[in-house]
């Protein structure tokens, strides 16, 4: 069986792996855990997972080039999400080591999470909710209706798309601004992002995170949005300028927002912008789920089997540089 170095802490492996993808890891590997408590990374990794040929990592272990240039017997380094962009692939592929990631199986779970911070920051659930915590009758307000309002998705990926089936479905109607995807459904109107912001009164950020798309939604993004315009990121945080953000929230358009990542540890939103009056924030759970999770676990043990029975794994990404494959029988 192969030795492989499971990377998660023990918080990172109840959240995301669990018990029932070890039990089927342990069934084609020989797993070794990351005892430590702490994240580990660079040659620190490389010597915690010698003489083991793979590293399943999670989101919070780069791959860096200290870990492949100190890791002779390391044959495949394997990310547990889809977000490869804390591992140094090039780095990886000049030592011959083959890199993987996970398919996106939390779709439900970040929709859902969507749409429920939308219900949230339309009727105001939880500003009522902590008024009746801290022993206080909350003012009633206004609310206002998913039913006929106007959705604005950023971004048409995998997410978008089962977001924009949901609010449908609830008498939304839905823009999209994707330079690269144009939407199959003729009732979804593709258009570009300014005139998305222009139209809409709830705005999702679901765009992936590049070196272009740094600062995405910035100050003349959001002075393009509507007056009363909602904001979500479900994304990541370094698409928004936060102090653009902020000023919008404190001077218009913008009537709140609701953010599940941001530029904290762990891509999770900044305390002192979700701790504004119109901002909820939950800590990075839109794929906390364990549907969700299992799904890119067993992606990881599925690879792991391909590995040991001599074929290219799912979800490679380097592999016509990934030289050691040779050393499992496997040919790039």
């Given at each position: 069986?192969?030795p492989?170095?499971?990377?998660?802490?023990?918080?990172?492996?109840?959240?995301?792996?669990?018990?029932?993808?070890?039990?089927?890891?342990?069934?084609?590997?020989?797993?070794?855990?990351?005892?430590t408590?702490?994240?580990?990374?660079g040659?620190?990794?490389?010597?915690?997972?010698?003489?083991?040929?793979?590293?399943?990592?999670?989101?919070?272990?780069?791959?860096?080039?200290?870990?492949?240039?100190?890791?002779?017997d390391?044959?495949?380094?394997l990310?547990?999400?889809?977000?490869?962009?804390?591992?140094?692939?090039?780095a990886?592929?000049?030592h011959?080591?083959?890199?993987?990631?996970?398919?996106?199986?939390f779709?439900?779970?970040?929709?859902?999470?969507?749409?429920?911070?939308?219900?949230?920051?339309?009727?105001?659930?939880?500003?009522?909710?902590?008024?009746?915590h801290?022993g206080?009758?909350?003012?009633?307000?206004?609310?206002?209706?998913?039913?006929?309002?106007?959705?604005?998705?950023?971004?048409?990926?995998?997410?978008?798309?089962?977001?924009?089936a949901?609010a449908?479905?609830?008498?939304?109607?839905?823009?999209?601004?994707?330079?690269?995807?144009?939407?199959?459904?003729?009732?979804?109107?593709?258009?570009?992002?300014?005139e998305?912001?222009?139209?809409?009164d709830?705005v999702?950020?679901?765009?992936?995170?590049?070196e272009?798309?740094?600062?995405?939604?910035?100050?003349?993004?959001?002075?393009?949005?509507?007056?009363?315009?909602?904001?979500?990121?479900?994304?990541?945080?370094?698409?928004?300028d936060?102090?653009?953000?902020?000023h919008?929230?404190?001077h218009?358009?913008?009537?709140?927002?609701?953010?599940d990542?941001?530029?904290a540890?762990?891509?999770m939103?900044?305390?002192s912008?979700?701790?504004h009056?119109?901002?909820?924030?939950?800590p990075?759970?839109?794929?906390?789920?364990?549907?969700?999770i299992a799904?890119?676990?067993?992606?990881?043990?599925?690879?792991?089997e391909?590995?040991a029975?001599?074929?290219?794994?799912?979800?490679?990404?380097?592999?016509p540089?990934?030289?050691?494959?040779?050393?499992?029988?496997?040919?790039p």
């Amino acid at each position: 069986m192969l030795p492989v170095f499971l990377a998660h802490t023990d918080a990172m492996f109840r959240n995301y792996y669990g018990e029932a993808a070890l039990v089927a890891l342990s069934r084609v590997a020989e797993v070794r855990r990351n005892t430590t408590g702490r994240h580990l990374a660079g040659r620190e990794l490389a010597e915690a997972a010698q003489g083991c040929a793979v590293i399943v990592s999670d989101r919070m272990t780069p791959g860096e080039a200290g870990t492949f240039a100190h890791a002779p017997d390391l044959v495949a380094f394997l990310r547990c999400a889809v977000d490869i962009r804390t591992i140094d692939v090039p780095a990886a592929s000049a030592h011959g080591v083959l890199v993987t990631r996970a398919t996106p199986g939390f779709a439900d779970a970040v929709a859902e999470l969507g749409i429920g911070m939308m219900v949230d920051l339309a009727r105001g659930i939880g500003r009522a909710t902590a008024h009746y915590h801290r022993g206080e009758m909350p003012e009633p307000r206004m609310g206002r209706q998913l039913a006929g309002a106007t959705l604005g998705i950023l971004g048409y990926g995998v997410i978008g798309r089962r977001l924009a089936a949901i609010a449908k479905a609830l008498g939304m109607t839905v823009v999209v601004a994707d330079p690269h995807v144009t939407p199959e459904d003729p009732e979804i109107r593709h258009a570009p992002l300014h005139e998305v912001l222009a139209a809409s009164d709830f705005v999702v950020c679901l765009v992936v995170a590049t070196e272009e798309t740094e600062n995405l939604l910035d100050a003349a993004a959001f002075a393009a949005m509507k007056p009363g315009a909602l904001f979500v990121n479900l994304a990541r945080g370094n698409l928004v300028d936060e102090a653009a953000l902020r000023h919008a929230l404190d001077h218009g358009p913008l009537a709140g927002a609701a953010l599940d990542v941001g530029r904290a540890p762990d891509q999770m939103p900044t305390p002192s912008l979700a701790a504004h009056p119109k901002v909820i924030a939950t800590p990075h759970i839109g794929g906390l789920t364990p549907q969700a999770i299992a799904h890119q676990a067993f992606d990881t043990v599925r690879q792991v089997e391909a590995l040991a029975a001599g074929r290219l794994p799912p979800g490679a990404v380097n592999a016509p540089h990934a030289y050691r494959l040779g050393r499992l029988g496997v040919a790039p």
